[in-house]
């Protein structure tokens, strides 16, 4: 475990039982609000696509939920593998904002909140721009929300951000190449084959 991080944490968390209590209130809502709203953002995005885009563009709206799937099963499963234990388990009189450490056996490296985070925000931005640049930053606030309440350390954060917006950059591409093939003939009237332009002959 990296000391600097330990120190970090350390650092953020004696910050955050300084700050006033609805700052306490907001921080332990909006760990959990973020994710709900970036997911909102993907939906928008992925409805944009699907209603406006071409085949390629509705087969990539189509991935984008796989890709945060396998993402948050990615970090749950290294999760199992590094079974490292929350940061908040020692002292036993740390005072976080959480108010509660997670039970034992749920494990802190790397963050499933920050994985999913990362992913929302990396599968929006590929869908629409402007819409992927509000998730991003709001992706990073989640992130560095579970250590400013006390369930994460830095390190937990930001390989979770990281191994999320890898997974979901990388794995929706290639999760859509099949699917642009396949839906033109699962659902001719959906997803019509796209004609292609004659090349003009010279004379």
């Known amino acids: 475990m990296p000391d600097f991080s330990v120190d970090w944490y350390r650092d953020v968390v004696d910050f955050a039982d300084g700050t006033p209590?609805?700052?306490?209130?907001f921080a332990t809502?909006?760990?959990e609000g973020a994710i709900v709203?970036?997911?909102?953002?993907?939906?928008?995005?992925?409805?944009?696509?699907?209603?406006?885009?071409?085949?390629?563009?509705r087969a990539l709206a189509l991935a984008a939920p796989v890709a945060v799937l396998f993402a948050y099963g990615a970090s749950e499963a290294l999760k199992s593998l590094v079974a490292e234990d929350r940061p908040c388990r020692t002292p036993a009189d740390l005072v976080i904002v959480a108010g509660h450490c997670p039970p034992a056996g749920d494990w802190s490296f790397p963050s499933n909140h920050a994985a999913i985070a990362g992913a929302l925000?990396?599968?929006?931005?590929?869908?629409h721009r402007r819409i992927g640049l509000v998730a991003v930053p709001l992706?990073?606030?989640a992130a560095v929300s579970r250590t400013f309440i006390g369930v994460h350390y830095p390190h937990d954060v930001a390989a979770g951000l990281l191994l999320g917006a890898l997974i979901g950059t990388l794995l929706t591409?290639?999760?859509a190449r099949p699917l642009t093939?396949?839906?033109?003939h699962l659902f001719p009237r959906l997803f019509p084959t796209p004609t292609p332009v004659p090349t003009p002959t010279r004379r």
């Not at 944009?48 to 885009?53: A, F």
């Not at 925000?121 to 869908?127: Q, R, Y």
């Not at 093939?181 to 033109?184: K, R, S």
């Open 139 to 141: 992706a990073v606030l």
């Open 121 to 127: 925000a990396a599968t929006t931005l590929l869908l």
């Open 37 to 57: 709203l970036l997911g909102v953002l993907l939906v928008v995005a992925a409805l944009s696509r699907l209603r406006h885009g071409d085949t390629p563009g």
């Open 173 to 175: 591409p290639l999760v």
């Open 181 to 184: 093939t396949a839906l033109p």
């Open 29 to 31: 809502h909006f760990t």
């Open 21 to 25: 209590q609805p700052v306490h209130w």
